[in-house]
T-cell receptor, first 114, second 117 residues
Framework: KQEVTQIPAALSVPEGENLVLNCSFTDSAIYNLQWFRQDPGKGLTSLLL?????REQTSGRLNASLDKSSGRSTLYIAASQPGDSATYLC?????????????FGTGTRLTIIP | ETGVTQTPRHLVMGMTNKKSLKCEQH?????MYWYKQSAKKPLELMFVYNFKEQTENNSVPSRFSPECPNSSHLFLHLHTLQPEDSALYLCASSQDPYQREGYHEQYFGPGTRLTVT
């Protein structure tokens, strides 16, 4: 059974700093890996999706990497801003008899201090 | 309306009530999903529908009854719920997950915050 772990559970950094969020998964037979952002009481916003054949994806100040063989992904946020404060969720996608299933981690709650 | 919408956004119901959650997607997708997000727990997949057919039931109790009348609408009918069912219920949609070369990103709605009293 796939298990996804995100460390740390919470992180506070001063505005302007670069930071890295970590995600690890136990079963390397994945289809893709997705990073989401969730604001308090709200739904999920997809940030980046990395297909299993890719090593990284970039969008603006965000860069996500994937090392499938070691079961790890990182989300790098450059020049952090207070608006980046949110919970960041990592999810791995696997195929199960033709169905696409996402297994989520419990998230990292990020606070950017102005 | 664009993206994935969910109504109501908040719902308080007693254990003997019957209510329904509604999800609608405006993205032309063929697959729709229900997830449950409880405090301190990862999102749990509940149901998957592909082209209106249920393709996944993740051992969900029968007090949760999904309905998918077409590829754009998904309902979750609730009856005789328990307090531990209080959670954020999220709906998502994606393109046909059977397309191996396709783009499988799931798009989420804002969720319904359910409180069972």
């Amino acid at each position: 059974k796939q298990e996804v772990t995100q460390i740390p559970a919470a992180l506070s950094v001063p505005e302007g700093e670069n930071l890295v969020l970590n995600c690890s998964f136990t079963d390397s037979a994945i289809y893709n890996l997705q990073w989401f952002r969730q604001d308090p009481g709200k739904g999920l916003t997809s940030l980046l999706l990395i297909q299993s054949s890719q090593r990284e994806q970039t969008s603006g100040r965000l860069n996500a990497s994937l090392d499938k063989s070691s079961g790890r992904s990182t989300l790098y946020i450059a020049a952090s801003q207070p608006g980046d404060s949110a919970t960041y969720l990592c999810a791995v996608g696997q195929s199960n008899f033709g169905n696409e299933k996402l297994t989520f981690g419990t998230g990292t709650r990020l606070t950017i201090i102005p | 309306e664009t993206g994935v919408t969910q109504t109501p956004r908040h719902l308080v119901m007693g254990m003997t009530n019957k209510k329904s959650l509604k999800c609608e997607q405006h993205l032309g997708h063929n697959a729709m999903y229900w997830y449950k997000q409880s405090a301190k727990k990862p999102l749990e997949l509940m149901f998957v529908y592909n082209f209106k057919e249920q393709t996944e039931n993740n051992s969900v109790p029968s007090r949760f009854s999904p309905e998918c009348p077409n590829s754009s609408h998904l309902f979750l009918h609730l009856h005789t719920l328990q307090p531990e069912d209080s959670a954020l219920y999220l709906c998502a949609s994606s393109q046909d997950p059977y397309q191996r070369e396709g783009y499988h990103e799931q798009y989420f709605g804002p969720g319904t915050r359910l409180t069972v009293t």
